[in-house]
Each structure stands twice: as C-alpha cells, then as structure tokens.
C-alpha cells in the first residue's frame, strides 16, 4: 500500500505558524515570547533533525521495523501470518485507531523514559533546555533522541501492524505535539478530559518542582492518568519554563551536549561502579552521596518538611 508520512505536508506549516505566532507576538502584548537568540538556535537544531531524521528513519523502516515485521509475520500460502497465530492486521479503518493508540501509549513510555533514564534525559533535555514555550520550541528537538526512539515501537510491527501504518501513526504524533507548544490556546472543557492539550504540556515543560515530570502523553493524557503522572493546570501558579540545570548557551553544540559532558564528570565523583552506573542510567539528579537530589527525592523532602512545620504548630 503507498502511504505518505504526513510530515512530508508538516514541516512547511511548522515554519509557517512559527512565523504567525512570533508576528503576533511582536504585535501584541506578548512581546517577550520570543527571544531571537533562543529562536535561532532552536532553529538551527530543528534543520539539523530533520537532515538527520530522513537518513534515520530510512534504515529504521528498510531494515528494523520491516526485518521484525517479516520475521514476525511471514507469509504462509500467501498470507501474512503473525507467528502467534493470528493474521496479520491489515488497513481497515478501525485497524488504523488501533494502531494509532499503540503509537500513543508506545509515545507515553518513550517519553516518559526520557524523564527517567539520565541517559536518555541527556538526549532529550535539548528540548527543555529553552526558558520560552512558543512553536519555536516544538523544532528544539535533539539530535540524539531519533537513533533510539524506534526501539520503543518495533513490537508494534512485531504483532502485526503494517510498517508503513506506524510510520503514519509516527508522523502524526509528531503533528499533534508540535501545535501543544502554543500558550495561546486556553483549556478546552470536555476535550481536556481525553486529549493531551496544550495547557496540560504547559505543564510538562515546566521546572517547577510541583509540575516537573507529568502529563508525558502523546494526543491523549489517558495513560498519564492510569500511571499516575497527570497534572492540571493550576492557573493561580506562575509557571517557570525550562530545566533546573541549563546549558546558559545559544550554542547550539553546547545545548546539544552539555548533559553528557555533566555526565561524565560525575561518574568521577566515585571510584565504585554502582555508582558510575546510576550516574549514567538512573534518574537525573541522583548522586552518591546526597549532593543532588532526584525530583521524587525533592518532593518527598518537601513533604517532610512541611509534616515538621504542621506539627510544630500543632504543639
């Protein structure tokens, strides 16, 4: 079946309303919702994905997601036929919106992953790693992220879905979380209880310590809700964008890999491999000895500070 991948139609309208959003900005109010700098650099590392990206993708669909597919669901008597038992899934409508809720819970712990995994934080904290949350933002992606991303998703071709349907799926996920970066669209009542949106990502590229590490969703937020990391949008807190360790650098290199640089330098801080290991592999913000702390540390410390005051009004 011929299939285009929707970001071929994509990318030209991200450019696009980039362009209208930072015009109205400048026209308005919001005049501060874009920096130049910031903007340029995001740019520079968004054209640097998309030349990535299609060299990437071109092997991940050629030689991953069709080599499990085939190894998965050859073809007996001329019928794709997973090794499970089953036929495999072909383009009927409904197979599509099954297909597109695999893409999007495969999405949530991808992502989710990259809040986790220091390793894989170092990766995506690239696009983070601006203080402004505009359409700007969308394109700040990292480099790094595109080599392992497909390893979440090979079982889904693996259970039968056609390769080319997931590339779609793929495409549209990338869609959809590129218009989230926008602070002018407001919350949405009854849409907001299903779909990712763009208050609930407001959320997500937050720094404060009360938002920090939620709403990981593609376009739904239900398994942010099953899992436990949605948040709503409290309209009375003052959201500070970005991460609690930049890069304070416009260079894109720098921005690109700063993480791994802090990385390395503190596998250094303890001769023991354990240690050397959760530096690399454990959530950001662990440390040997209590120097830094992770987000569940710092939450958890605030909880118990706070029991401490209650208690000592309470006497």
């Not at 997973?82 to 009927?92: D, E, H, P």
Request: proline residues 4%.
């Amino acid at each position: 079946m011929d299939i285009t991948n929707p970001l071929i139609y994509g990318v030209p309208c991200f450019l696009g309303l980039i362009l209208v959003e930072l015009t109205y900005s400048k026209h308005s109010d919001r005049k501060e919702l874009y920096q130049w700098k910031d903007l340029t650099a995001s740019l520079v590392m968004g054209i640097g994905s998309t030349l990535i990206a299609p060299l990437v993708k071109t092997i991940t669909v050629i030689l991953l997601f069709n080599w499990v597919y085939d190894i998965f669901n050859p073809e007996i008597d001329g019928v794709r036929t997973n090794i499970m038992g089953w036929t495999s899934f072909g383009y009927a409508w409904y197979v599509w919106i099954l297909c597109q809720l695999a893409d999007d819970f495969s999405y949530y712990w991808f992502h989710r992953q990259n809040h986790m995994v220091r390793f894989f934080w170092a990766a995506h904290i690239v696009h983070h790693s601006s203080d402004n949350f505009n359409l700007g933002t969308a394109v700040r992606n990292g480099w790094f992220t595109i080599f392992y991303k497909p390893l979440f998703y090979v079982w889904i071709v693996a259970i039968g879905f056609p390769p080319e349907m997931l590339v779609v799926c793929l495409g549209i996920e990338a869609l959809w979380q590129f218009q989230l970066h926008s602070q002018y669209i407001p919350k949405l009542g009854i849409i907001d209880k299903v779909f990712n949106t763009h208050t609930m990502h407001q959320v997500h590229h937050a720094r404060n310590l009360e938002y920090m590490d939620k709403n990981h969703g593609g376009f739904l937020n239900t398994f942010d809700r099953i899992f436990g990391t949605f948040k709503e949008f409290d309209e009375d807190i003052e959201i500070e964008y970005g991460v609690t360790h930049a890069p304070n650098s416009y260079n894109p290199l720098i921005i690109l890999t700063h993480e791994y640089k802090d990385i390395w330098l503190d596998t250094k801080k303890s001769p023991k491999l354990y240690d050397k290991f959760m530096y690399i592999f454990g959530p950001p913000g662990w440390s040997h000895d209590g120097s830094t702390l992770t987000i569940k540390q710092q939450r958890k410390l605030l909880r118990e500070e706070a029991q401490l005051v209650d208690l000592e009004l309470a006497e």
